[in-house]
Each structure stands twice: as C-alpha cells, then as structure tokens.
C-alpha cells in the first residue's frame, strides 16, 4: 500500500481511496458477470456457419466460450454455429454480434457442452491465479478500511 493512501468500500461496488491531499479517488469494483475469466489470446478457428465455412480466429477466450474476429459471414445472437481448431470441435451459439465493416464481424460465442480442452490451453491455472490476484486486493483494501 501506498504511504498515507487509505481505501475504503463506499458502496458494494465502489471504493474510495482517500489520499493526504485530501482528494479521494473512486472506482468502480462492479462484480463480474462472467463465469469465466477471459485470457486474451488469437488462435486460428474454422468456422460453420450454415452451408460453408470459414477461417476466423479468437481474440480472447474461456473454458466456456470466445470473442471471435475476422468472421465475414452475417451472424444471429441466437444462431448454433461449429468451431473447429485442430482435430477439437464444438458448436457454440452466438451471444452477440458486432458488426465492424460491411463484411467483418466481431462475436461473443458460449460452448453449449464447455470443454476446458478445446483450446487446447491450460485455462484453470490462469483463472485460478486471477481469482487470487482479486482476493489479495479485496482483503488488502479491507484491512486498511479498518484501520482508519
């Protein structure tokens, strides 16, 4: 902790930092929706899309879905899609489209079956370093807002 900087929680979702100035900073600690946390990482997919398919590749990814970029094809919040990477497939749905050019496409995916190997990385041990980088922080704030 910085010398003379205090934290505490304001909100369930917020916490202040006040610091000697006497000027306070206050961020936003939301929870986090996701059942799982994201690893930033590109790999080449092949991607069915109705009748045909294409090459794509991740942008980030989980044990239980991506973010995919370089898709051409329209795609449907709702639509049942395969995913091929390797000798590994799977069918996702399609959570969410954003479209960024006339034929480029970015989309959120979720495994209907997750599969930890699909990817074929070893995401439990990155989840589980991230989950105790948050616990670290969560009980260091908590124990200098008791200090005050």
Same mark, same amino acid.
């Given at each position: 902790?910085?010398?003379?900087? *205090? ?6 979702? &917020? @916490? /202040?930092?006040?610091?000697?100035? %006497?000027? *306070? ?5 939301? $929870?986090?929706?996701?059942?799982? &946390?994201?690893?930033?990482?590109? !790999? $080449?997919?092949?991607? *069915?899309?109705? %009748? ?9 990814? /989980?044990?239980?879905?991506?973010? !995919?970029?370089? @898709?051409?094809?329209? !795609?449907? $919040? ?8 390797? *000798? ?8 969410? @489209? ?22 074929? @990385? ?13 616990? /670290? ?12």
């Amino acid at each position: 902790m910085i010398p003379g900087l *205090s934290a505490s929680r304001q909100y369930a979702t &917020k @916490v /202040t930092f006040k610091c000697p100035q %006497n000027w *306070s900073i206050v961020t936003d600690m939301a $929870p986090e929706r996701r059942t799982h &946390k994201r690893t930033k990482m590109v !790999l $080449p997919v092949k991607v *069915s899309i109705r %009748n045909g398919t294409e090459l794509a590749y991740t942008m980030d990814i /989980t044990a239980g879905g991506a973010r !995919l970029g370089g @898709v051409r094809a329209q !795609l449907k $919040p709702g639509e049942v899609i395969s995913l091929t990477r390797g *000798s590994q497939k799977a069918k996702f749905r399609i959570v969410w @489209v954003q479209q960024l050019a006339t034929s480029e496409f970015h989309a959120g995916i979720e495994a209907l079956q997750p599969n930890e190997r699909f990817w074929g @990385v070893d995401l439990s041990c990155r989840e589980r370093e991230a989950q105790e980088n948050v616990d /670290t922080l969560m009980s260091l704030l908590k124990g200098s807002s008791r200090h005050k």
